[in-house]
């Protein structure tokens, strides 16, 4: 592929707590708002839902991490709105307007996971260069965890979730840990791998060129499976199966087992199509009727990249 | 030791959702509540905190498993009274009084921990045969797990947690499992200790002897280790030590890594006593400022027992 070259990351955010109980994120931020200046970069550091954090709450009135569409972030404000929609908008105009040309030049959002995930980076984007350079420098350089690239094929109004606000943008899943929780060795695999990214940013910034090549490791949704319920009740009448507990981004065959109902017979998968689960038992997934995704797993190609000079 | 004779233990009540973000509990009582009786004895289900549950939080206004002292089930209600206060006071009533002569015989409550603690049993008496000979027969029948007795030396209107209103009770505590999710091995060990506590009482009932001898794997709190904090603004600034994390009930010596702070320093054990972590990095111990207990190791001996003839 032909060399592409872009302009500088000068002001890159890096951002936890949107989800306030998720807390290797909220951690880190503390610890980065010490800095103000990484090399070239600006820093801007963001306790996304302060609210939130302070309850310890994955949040306070909505999702804050599904209010990031174009559709929610231009809605008019009434007493009636809820409090993440008002603070979307605050973060829009904070490291917005998303799509302008006043944005971030890299927004970059820390989650974690109760799903057995390792680290993840999620996008929207499988063009965007400099994400998709930074996330193969993370998984050259990072063994402590198996990393992986999960792809939301969204357009860029539809995209939801905060890095979506930046000109490039990616959140950043570690797991597992429990929500409320703070696991030192999550905390550090979390640490390297923003470390690794503000490296990336500095040699990209300093003219080091980037060669292309192919990506490995990405994943596209391609549906999600809910828990058994009662159909009366809607009550969960299943555990996920310990043969797929724990296995997020290994095989699932037709005829794999996927629950454990309580009463003790199992659930097996009857797809067709040999998929890659993800988001094994996620704790925040179950009001959203989520007992995990299915992926595809992808290759992608990257040209070589550079810094554009003025 | 003389043998001993009680009576047989008629009335049993096991309860789920005192916490109600435990969900091996909720899921398993509410599997329970199918049966009415097992063999001879009569079988009481409860959702003890069903407004937590339903909320899927630890508890609406105080922690309910603090609030089954003599002081606060006798306490007035007042419209300022909390929801959890109120309901110790009517789950008093359904399976207590407390102390008196029409109580449940035995009190069996199922609780979570995020902590690798795998299968504990906890009580308060170091003299409460009927526990301690159960605690036995489930340490000699499950291997999926290991099982420890962790004792609370308090006197009964001291002892604040549900299994306290039996005239025989334990919490059974299993664990790492994060807080609002259910994993089917966590699920199938607390549903083990269950089926052996039932068939103990069962056992017992019917007339078999049981023999005395020592009870191994029994634990005393001594004391709590809150996470190092920052002195003005209290938030916390470490993450338990990685080489602690997971290794509940392994001895911790002087020296020994507990904490890891987020900017990368280690803190050490410096008291000069051998001691054994336990709860470490529970997540509702946050907001108790308690990052682990440290307790000391013993045996018990235990008479022989069997049933009293009428």
Chains 1, 2 share one sequence.
């Not at 990031?68 to 404000?77: G, K, R, Y």
């Not at 006043?102 to 109760?114: E, F, I, P, R, S």
Request: hydrophobic share 40%.
């Amino acid at each position: 592929m032909e060399p592409v070259s872009l302009p500088p990351q000068s002001r890159v955010a890096l951002c936890g707590g949107t989800h306030g109980n998720e807390m290797s994120g909220v951690y880190l931020v503390r610890e980065l708002q010490k800095l103000e200046k990484v090399g070239s970069a600006t820093l801007t550091t963001v306790i996304s839902n302060p609210r939130a954090v302070q309850m310890c709450k994955r949040y306070t009135d909505v999702d804050l991490n599904r209010c990031f569409t174009d559709a929610i972030l231009s809605s008019p404000v009434t007493d009636a709105t809820p409090y993440e929609v008002r603070r979307a908008q605050e973060l829009n105009t904070l490291l917005g307007p998303k799509g302008s040309a006043g944005a971030m030049d890299l927004v970059c959002d820390l989650h974690n996971t109760t799903a057995n995930m390792g680290l993840s980076l999620i996008s929207y984007s499988a063009q965007d260069w400099v994400i998709l350079h930074i996330y193969r420098q993370i998984q050259r350089k990072i063994t402590s965890a198996p990393v992986r690239f999960i792809l939301l094929d969204l357009p860029l109004a539809d995209a939801y979730s905060q890095d979506s606000l930046g000109k490039h943008g990616f959140s950043i899943e570690v797991g597992p840990q429990p929500h409320g929780v703070v696991r030192a060795d999550i905390f550090n695999i979390m640490k390297e791998a923003v470390d690794q990214t503000l490296d990336w940013v500095q040699c990209f910034n300093s003219g080091s060129a980037f060669e292309g090549g192919e990506v490995d490791d990405v994943y596209t949704f391609v549906k999600s499976i809910d828990y058994p319920r009662d159909p009366e009740t809607n009550q969960i009448t299943a555990a996920i199966h310990p043969q797929l507990q724990d296995r997020d981004f290994c095989l699932l065959h037709p005829g794999d087992p996927m629950f454990l109902m309580f009463s003790g017979e199992i659930v097996k998968y009857e797809g067709v199509e040999v998929l890659h689960p993800y988001f094994v038992n996620e704790c925040a997934y179950y009001e959203k009727s989520i007992a995990f995704h299915l992926a595809r797993k992808m290759t992608l190609t990257i040209p070589p990249l550079r810094v554009k000079r003025d």
